[in-house]
Antibody
Framework: EVQLVESGGGLVQPGGSLRLSCAAS????????MTWVRQAPGKGLEWVSGISTGDGSTYYADSVKGRFTISRDNSKNTLYLQMHSLRAEDAAVYYC??????????????WGQGTLVAVSS | DIQMTQSPSTLSASVGDRVTITCRASQSISSSLAWYQQKPGKAPKVLIY???TLESGVPSRFSGGGSGTEFTLTISSLQPDDFATYYCQQHNSYPLTFGQGTKVEIK
């Protein structure tokens, strides 16, 4: 069974940093692009960042470019999102998601349960 | 960036109704569109990808259509389990973008 388990969320002050992790199991992690999607309380879905297989090309939403870094460790079957300079508007549930087809991030057939990031002083 | 606009934002319907949600892209995205269903407190679930391909295990009452800039998600006969929020997402170019969502409520 494909499973994605996020961790690392919590309360952080504005300007602070946090690293999210997503542990994957039940599929060949290295063969699939992976993505982070977030959802602010009561709001819609926002794609945040994605990482491809192979050369590990990375992609970012304009709202997080330069502040967030996505990475993967295929030996640990784990996806990461390093977040710096956090703002109030970054507060959300962060989901990791597996690409359906592989290769580059496009659409997603398996999602984690999400991890909550709160940004407040 | 490609903007995705869904209509309506909220839809009230009864069990058995035929329901259609529209998603418009700010520029052509060919057939690079996915639809997701999300229930409160749960992660989204993919229903349709490449505009009209039904994900495995998704009931056949769901169907997707369109290409270019205009797309539809149709539920042929609404079931109690279908009351949820639906999102479209373009996968034509980066950054990937979602529509704002359509909440399907019980009438």
């Amino acid at each position: 069974e494909v499973q994605l388990v996020e961790s690392g969320g919590g309360l952080v002050q504005p300007g602070g940093s946090l690293r999210l992790s997503c542990a994957a199991s039940g599929f060949t992690f290295s063969s699939y692009a992976m993505t982070w999607v977030r959802q602010a309380p009561g709001k819609g879905l926002e794609w945040v960042s994605g990482i491809s297989t192979g050369d590990g090309s990375t992609y970012y939403a304009d709202s997080v470019k330069g502040r967030f870094t996505i990475s993967r460790d295929n030996s640990k079957n784990t996806l990461y999102l390093q977040m710096h300079s956090l703002r109030a508007e970054d507060a959300a549930v962060y989901y990791c998601a597996k690409d359906r087809e592989g290769g580059i991030p496009d659409y997603f057939d398996c999602w984690g349960q999400g991890t909550l990031v709160a940004v407040s002083s | 960036d490609i903007q995705m606009t869904q209509s309506p934002s909220t839809l009230s319907a009864s069990v058995g109704d035929r329901v259609t949600i529209t998603c418009r892209a700010s520029q052509s995205i060919s057939s690079s569109l996915a639809w997701y269903q999300q229930k409160p407190g749960k992660a989204p679930k993919v229903l349709i990808y490449k505009a009209s391909t039904l994900e495995s295990g998704v009931p056949s009452r769901f169907s997707g259509g369109g290409s270019g800039t205009e797309f539809t998600l149709t539920i042929s006969s609404l079931q109690p389990d279908d009351f949820a929020t639906y999102y479209c997402q373009q996968h034509n170019s980066y950054p990937l973008t979602f529509g704002q969502g359509t909440k399907v409520e019980i009438k």
